[in-house]
């Protein structure tokens, strides 16, 4: 049967936790522009009010709640808020996460010296906070006709980078819960709800600028070694991911269950040679 390839997303109702920084900032704009309703989940409020207005801004529809992921009862207030707000909850896009430079080896931090909270702060962060976070919205998104759920992993999953063990192993769990919740999801309750992840290459954000960087404009040793193993030749921007979330979220991607999409410039294509 054909379902139509339409990106519209007019009437329906999303939510995108870390919305205020700037990849899921820029996905929850582009939501908005397709006709969504975004409530942006996230910890800085004051930061993702300033989407919201950029947002309303345009003839949009928009909220910001501000929430903690990792922290069940904030993510259940803010899902009622959601729903009291805009009535439903059509999709969710679990976008909250990052790494921590204290989890991070460097020559001045060697792997035997990285603190335990540092690693479980950014594992928790990454996996736990979408797990607390799929259990809160994911009550309210079931009683949608025709749901998805839509994780952030990333190219660490499938590759473990170096340098950051704690973001590797979370994204790699993150990936294989998104498996996992694909499959209990269409056997235990629907299956008209899809469950998917996107696994981002190399992006430039204020989380990892420490790392791809030396000053404003000159890449680091390890940021060359990167643009030199993506054939592409260059890091992601944020418009890069925003195509492959309107079509998981579309009727295109109707038979797209338990996958991840890697959005990488071909990094994880490239042997080296």
């Known amino acids: 049967m054909n379902r139509g390839f339409s990106f519209d997303l007019d009437g329906r109702v999303g939510v995108v936790t870390g919305g205020a920084g700037v990849l899921c900032g820029t996905i929850a704009t582009e939501l908005a522009k397709q006709g969504a309703r975004v409530a942006i989940v996230d910890l800085n409020a004051d930061a993702g009010s300033r989407v919201v207005d950029e947002i309303r801004g345009s003839g949009g529809h928009a909220v910001c709640i501000a929430a903690d992921v990792l922290s069940k009862a904030s993510l259940e207030k803010a899902a009622k808020d959601v729903v009291g707000h805009f009535g439903k909850i059509d999709f969710l896009i679990n976008g909250a ?27 928790d962060l990454n996996l736990v906070g ?59 309750y629907s299956t008209k709800i899809r469950v998917n992840a996107i696994a981002p290459g190399f992006f430039l954000t204020e989380q990892n ?65």
């Open 209 to 273: 600028r420490y790392l791809l960087l030396t000053n404003e404009t000159e890449l680091s040793e390890r940021g060359r070694t990167i643009v030199a193993h993506t054939p592409m030749g260059r890091f992601g921007c944020p418009d890069d991911l925003v195509g492959v979330v309107l079509w998981l979220l579309s009727p295109g991607a109707s038979f797209v269950h338990g996958a991840a999409i890697p959005v990488d410039g071909g990094f994880s294509a490239f042997g080296g040679v």
């Open 130 to 188: 979408t797990f607390l976070t799929t259990q809160a919205f994911g009550r309210f998104l079931l009683k949608s006709e025709q749901g998805c759920i839509i994780n952030i992993s990333s190219m660490a999953a499938i590759r473990p980078l170096t340098r950051t063990p704690a973001y590797s192993c979370a994204k790699a769990a993150v990936s294989n819960f998104t498996q996992w919740l694909a499959v209990h999801v269409s056997l235990t």
């Open 97 to 123: 996460g990052g790494n921590k430079r204290e989890a991070t080896t460097s020559e001045e931090l060697d792997f035997f010296e990285l603190p335990e909270d540092a690693f479980r702060f950014v594992f």
